[in-house]
């Protein structure tokens, strides 16, 4: 029951929103290219259901690639800059500077870089995006220690490396996990984004500009609601991941 009134909320008003919008569309005689309506664009979803599905699976196996990536050098880099503090203060201004980096400008560069039938730069477009959040939640958890569980610790003369595992990243692992969730989403972004820019036109990205440039908007928009499900889908799975890591959480939720 505590879940049909968690989901029906946002289940009514998305209808609505979509009935708004159809209305809007069709009695306003709003040309397509300006805001197709959800008819139209449905219509596109079922007639290019298979090449969305295909260019879904490019481009969630580069953001995968570069969420896998991005999360790998972002942890590592939290537990050096959490051990020494030297490291930390250097860490923390780099990281803002790769997290200013837009994807518009850092794209292009790196397809210029790599045959054109690579699919490295789009990874890492996608894992330099993922590092910045993923980093910074995590070294706040790190950081976040409690006293009490400190001097518990070095009570039991426990080393640094006893200490990191039983009170660390136990205890960090919340924040690990709400800079996953954040990257998820940010993963796909930035892989459909990084697709606008040359390279495999295989993706969502490349299908978006496409479908766009012949004026087949409805068809644009199908593309665009297959990258929100994309996003929404490894959004979905990071939450399972965090509930299997964290079984606790839901029961204290609960």
């Known amino acids: 029951m505590g879940t049909v009134k968690r989901v029906l909320p946002p289940l009514v008003f998305g209808v609505l929103a979509l009935v708004l919008w159809e209305l809007t569309v069709t009695l306003g005689r709003i040309a397509p290219f300006i805001l197709p309506a959800p008819s139209a664009i449905w219509a596109q979803v079922v007639e290019q259901r298979g090449n969305i ?19 790998l050098v972002a942890i590592l880099a939290a537990l050096a800059a959490s051990r020494f503090r030297a490291l930390g ?74 200490f990191a595992r039983k009170v660390r990243l136990p205890g960090a692992l919340p924040h690990l996990f709400t800079g996953l969730r954040q990257a998820s989403s940010l993963a796909v972004i930035a892989a459909v984004v990084a697709e606008y820019f040359g390279g495999l036109q295989d993706g969502l990205g490349a299908r978006i500009t496409s479908a766009a440039a012949f004026t087949a908007y409805p068809r644009a928009w199908a593309y665009v609601a297959g990258a929100c499900l ?22 204290l939720i609960s």
Request: glycine share 8%.
């Open 53 to 71: 599905g295909d260019a879904a699976l490019a481009s969630g196996a580069n953001a995968l690639a570069g969420l896998i990536g991005g999360s």
């Open 230 to 251: 994309l996003g929404l889908t490894f959004y979905l799975v990071t939450l399972l991941a965090e509930r299997v890591a964290m079984p606790w959480k839901q029961r």
């Open 89 to 162: 203060e250097v860490s923390i201004p780099f990281a803002a500077l790769i997290n200013a980096l837009p994807i518009i400008a850092l794209a292009p560069i790196l397809n210029n870089m790599f045959e054109s039938t690579s699919s490295v730069p789009r990874r890492l477009v996608t894992g330099i995006v993922v590092f910045f959040p993923v980093f910074l939640n995590l070294l706040r958890g790190l950081r976040e220690v409690s006293p009490v569980h400190q001097e518990l610790m070095h009570s039991y003369a426990a080393g640094g490396w006893t």
